[in-house]
């Protein structure tokens, strides 16, 4: 469930990117270098949490997939790679 989550998330982070409709609510439209920075703040707020993991790395292959030109159809296929 979670992988479909992250799935969902990161295509949908994807196709805001390059869609002339992936809009924020206060009108600023949705690019490659907002969401690095969105990520890098989501990350510094789990980290502040307390909680332990890989988070690093997820963030980052999250922010690899979601920002680059080719839409890689699974995100769990480079995650397997990993472990």
Known sequence: ???AT???SRSQVWQWIRSPKGVLEDGRKVTAPMVKIMVQEELQKVKDSGATGH???AAEIFDQMATSEHFEEFLTLPLYEEI
Do not use: C, F, S, V
């Open 1 to 3: 469930e979670d992988a």
């Open 6 to 8: 992250a799935e969902i």
């Open 55 to 57: 988070w690093d790395r």
